[in-house]
């Protein structure tokens, strides 16, 4: 029994990592800007804040400065597509094949460094509880963070103004252009919001999920989280949900490796990426369900006054 | 202030100037960045833009590398046209790598000279085979062919690490993950002694005229093209998208796997865990800095080889990582996308408004 509520510990942990990085992305879609750069950001992030903690020791700083790579990747991606008009897809997958070779190159000085193993935060008496303490009440900070943070940005996006004017810039950039918002720069800030995000997610795998540095350690994380957004036809609970799911097949594999399943380990591996073609298939079948929850001007560019 | 104003038409000028001042840009960058690491940049820029091409034999190992380049980014232009977004080249190589190493493995001593092209043609079927699983989804389930063809890219290396680790190890290889090495009919013919250039050269630059006959000379080219640029006009016409799909994804995973068999029958010699490289990555940024044309993308995947043999260089006689490769690759492409923007637009001083 004990192996199962691991499982679902395990799980939890692995979704946080995706939902993070889905939810950033998220408020970049919502605001009409698909970044294919996630997976560059994440791995950028994850030296940038594995390096802090090597040197400062302090978890804090190492997050902070994964958030920071995070966010200046994502203006450099946000002023060649909001402000200079280039393609958004062509730039993110610079910024994908650029964030791989960079921090390639500067994390070879730290593929020797091993951090400790973070104390997980356990909550009072709840993580006493047999079994249910172990699967959800002994658990690194972020995993409860981040539910708590669903809830704030279901309120940001649909109970307040300013998450009105920034789901209005995805839909319909001309409307609210012609009501004297400035499109540019509400995107520009989704953006960076959504790269900090993404950085938090790539410095939360290399200081705490696997606390080590190893080149391309994100493994595609970054992709699965673009597609988590689509799964979710852009909700943020349901990416949460999503984030959960894909993080329990992640886990899934080494359970099965566990119980002694006969299977090669490779095929195991390809489990997390073969879930979210199949998944992904699936809920794109019907067009019209994506069109409609699809922020209707995604992905395409806007320049005032042309 | 700096504005943008839109050109009237686009500007031709800039269509070719922007890859020469983004490759200065880099190479700006670059020097910035060997200084910054307390490298001697006049050094570092010889390892990337003289050695490869200072004696006869760096330049065909410049071919060598620039061939598998090449080929790929010649099908992904013919994809990209279409409005195809086809970024899992590097899946396709594998693959095509994989199944040309299983008709290899096939041959003994006595196995005719013949099939090598058995080999040739079996990556280009795993490519296809790989590159059609995207295609089918795309068609039948409308899913993004971005997200699928990248996701296989991951289970291509778990099909090639399953594949060396387990029923195709060596079993005189020592336990190294590896297959034992190809027997000699399967290599592809080499174009002279001394040299590693082999036949992949002349099938890429076939390859660049027959891909320059399809774009620009045949009717299907023709409508591979105006699906991507104008959908509409192209369903008024009668094109059909969903062919373009089809064929787009057919022919760039073709090529790619293509490619995979041309090195590991030509310089690998057998299958390896490293035998995904990078290079349908770097072909990406190949057909884009090539303007997607048959022929610029000669000059681009020229660039790319140099920067690969100039990584490596600077690895071994500068002590400097091998990734500085992935860096300039990223720079590179950067630098274009955003000197593209002189390609629709011009600068203008405008002071601001009141």
Known sequence: ?306 | MLKLELRPQASDFWRYASPVLALVITVALGIGLFVLLGKDPVRGLQMFFWEPLKSAYALGELMVKATPLLVIALGLAVCYRSNVWNIGAEGQFVIGAVAAAGVALLADKETSRWIVVAVVLAGVAGGMFWAAITAWLKDKFHANEILVSLMLVYVADMVLGYLVYGPWKDPAGYNFPQTKTFEAVTQIPRLMSGSRMSVGLIIALLGVAGAWIFLFKTRAGFAQQVGGLAPAASRYAGFSSRKAVWLALLVSGGAAGLAGALEVAGPLGQLTPYVPAGYGFAAIIVAYVGRLHPVGMVFSAVLMSMFYIGGELAQSRMGLPKSITGVFQGLLLFSLLACDTLVAYRLRWQSRRV
């Open chain 1, 1 to 306: 029994m004990e192996s199962y509520a691991l499982l679902i510990a395990a799980t939890l942990n692995a979704g946080t990592v995706l939902a993070i990085a889905a939810l950033g992305l998220l408020i970049n879609e919502k605001a009409g800007i698909v970044n294919l750069g996630a997976e560059g950001m994440m791995l950028c992030a994850a030296i940038a804040g594995f390096a802090a903690v090597v040197h400062t020791g302090s978890d804090a700083l190492g997050f902070l400065a994964g958030m920071a790579s995070g966010a200046v990747l994502a203006a450099i991606f946000g002023l060649l597509v909001i402000y200079l008009g280039t393609n958004q897809y062509a730039t993110g997958l610079a910024l994908s094949l650029f964030g791989v070779g960079f921090s390639a190159f500067v994390g070879i000085g730290y593929v020797q460094e091993k951090l400790p193993p973070r104390p997980a935060f356990e909550i009072p008496f709840l993580a006493d509880i047999p079994l249910i303490g172990i699967a959800f009440f002994k658990q690194h900070p972020l995993v409860y963070g981040v539910i708590v943070f669903v809830f704030g940005l279901m309120w940001f996006l649909y109970k307040t103004r300013t998450g009105l004017v920034l789901r209005s810039v995805g839909e319909s950039p001309e409307s609210a252009h012609a009501l004297g918002y400035s499109v540019r720069r509400i995107r520009f800030c989704a953006v960076i919001a959504g790269g900090a995000l993404c950085g938090l997610s790539g410095a939360y795998i290399s200081i705490a999920y696997t606390p080590l540095w190893v080149e391309g350690m994100v493994a595609g994380k970054g992709w699965i989280a673009l597609a988590l957004t689509t799964f979710a036809t852009w909700r943020p609970a349901r990416i949460l949900l999503g984030a959960y799911l894909f993080g329990g097949v992640t886990m899934l594999q080494f359970h099965l490796q566990g119980l002694g399943v006969q299977v090669p380990s490779q095929w195991l591996s390809a489990l997390p990426y073969l879930a979210t073609i199949v998944v992904l298939a699936l809920i794109s079948k019907n067009p019209a369900w994506i069109r409609i929850n699809m922020p209707a001007s995604l992905g395409k560019p806007f320049q005032p006054g042309s």
